[in-house]
């Protein structure tokens, strides 16, 4: 519709009102002489300056839509989740989310995707001696014995605005399930900190570990896990992200 208007506008130059202001003008800067007041030479001029800003339109149009390559700040994004302890509360822990990237379009959400992957090593229950326990334990093994988790997106649904859902295949323990994840894109813009273009988004779902093979201590510990990702990423390297991989290097 925009390219429309604005070609409309470019044939119709030669009798617009923005046509009889560049008269006006050439008259009062006397100009007149020099070229003939509606002549082709000032619709060319006229023609001209509206090709110039049509071509600039649909550039920067082009730019804003097209899909932008976002590199994750691994300090800051991470995945939480919480799960019933005896039912007496509710036990949370934090994962990760490893150095990587992801495709995203802020116009046309089909066509971004999304692939996260969240080490094991890096599972955190709050706890130094629980941290321990859990691997100590071979009901656990599973678990621990695959070097991550990890999530491929399919598809992303938008429903609204900046919501949506996020399908895709997550594998856990080595098992992969298909999986939904509720989807808000918080903020698309400039960071004031990194002066980088910037995405912040967040995803919830409800998973059950016994899909996953993962059905131990059933009745002390539930089976369903709410999940919530935290994801904030840029355009351009993530210069923390060596810095980070080495500090956590013997974490836990």
Known sequence: ?????????????????????????FRTLGLAGRYKVGSNHLKGVLMFRHAALC???????????????YTIVSKLSKVSFNLEHQGFIPVSGTLKIAPGSFVFDHEDWSKSSVMVSLPTRMLDMGDGLWNEQ???????????????????????????????????????AGVTRPVALQMKVNKVGMNRVSDKQSVGITASSMIKRSDFGLDAYMDLVGDEIA?????????????DAVKEMQMNSGAH
């Open 227 to 239: 999940v919530q990702i935290q994801l904030e990423a840029a355009v351009g390297a993530d210069t």
């Open 1 to 25: 519709m925009a390219r429309k208007r604005c070609i409309s506008s470019l044939d119709r130059s030669g009798n617009s009102a923005q046509f009889r202001t560049f008269q006006a003008a």
């Open 134 to 172: 859990i691997r100590g334990d071979e009901s656990w093994m599973a678990l621990f014995k695959q070097p991550e988790i990890r999530f491929r997106s399919t598809r992303i649904e938008r429903k609204d605005g900046m919501s949506g859902v996020l399908y895709g295949d997550l594998t856990v």
């Open 55 to 69: 071509a600039a339109f649909f550039a920067a149009t082009a730019a804003q839509a097209a899909p932008v390559t």
